[in-house]
């Protein structure tokens, strides 16, 4: 049976598919890294702002919380797969194509910012209110509360939110592999599936397992480094 196997796993983990495994893995990295960077790039903000305008906030605003509210609910709702075929004219608008690693991005982009800005948002609702009064009576700016107050102390938190909007953009970049995304998902999907390949599909699960596992350590680490509270 051994026999068997490893003359399986031999036939079909030649070197080129091992090339392949590599280009795939760097791919998943690049849609997960970059889409994470312009999740948090638009998202922060987004939260704070949610956050700030909400009632008793230093920009209290009810028609503004209310809109930025309903957009961050409503864009955490759409399925990432509806929202990958909805997006496809927008990806090739911007890209010139839907297929291939970078038009994944797109897709990607837009369903991780509403999640971060989420995040974002609930991070700055564990900020002790004993806090913020103490800025207000020391006369701090509402930048100075925003900047040495609100991310400093939330700090530890968005970078937890960081790590979790990478590790669920690694998963939904293999979701994006079904419509032509490229990276790890592609691969398992057109050589371990379409081709019978069994072992591609069992060594890019693994893979992506072993990605998400590291990052999460990274960020876990990062994120106790950074808490000082």
């Known amino acids: 049976m051994w026999d068997t196997l490893i003359a ?6 030649h070197p080129k598919m091992w090339m392949m495994v590599a280009q795939s893995t760097w791919e998943t990295l690049y849609m997960g890294l970059v889409a994470t960077l312009i999740a948090v790039l638009v998202g922060l903000p987004l939260g704070f ?4 305008t909400d009632k008793g906030r230093i920009f209290q605003n009810h028609t503004a919380f209310v809109l930025l509210d309903a957009v961050i609910n409503v864009g955490r709702s759409v399925p990432f797969i509806i929202l990958l075929i909805i997006l496809m004219p927008v990806t ?18 837009v369903a991780a910012i509403p999640f ?8 700055l609702l564990e900020i002790p209110t004993g806090l913020t009064e ?9 930048w100075q509360m925003i900047s040495k107050y609100y991310f400093a102390e939330s700090l530890p938190s968005l970078i937890n939110a960081t790590t979790l909007t990478l590790v669920s953009l690694i998963g939904y970049s293999a979701m994006a592999g079904v419509v032509g995304g490229g ?3 592609s691969l398992a999907i057109n ?3 379409h081709r019978n390949m069994i072992y591609v599909k069992w060594i890019s699960t693994i893979i992506i397992v072993a ?3 590291i990052f999460q350590k990274i960020g876990d680490f990062i994120a106790t480094k950074v808490d000082h509270r």
């Open 49 to 52: 702002l949610a956050f700030l």
């Open 116 to 123: 971060f800005a989420r995040l974002t948002a609930n991070a």
């Open 92 to 109: 090739r608008f911007l890209v010139g194509t839907t297929l291939g690693t970078t038009a994944a991005i797109v897709p990607l982009s």
């Open 183 to 185: 990276g790890l998902g």
């Open 211 to 213: 990605i998400v596992m």
């Open 8 to 13: 399986n796993f031999t036939s079909e983990m």
């Open 134 to 142: 103490a800025a207000k009576s020391m006369g701090a700016t509402h």
């Open 191 to 193: 050589y371990g599936e």
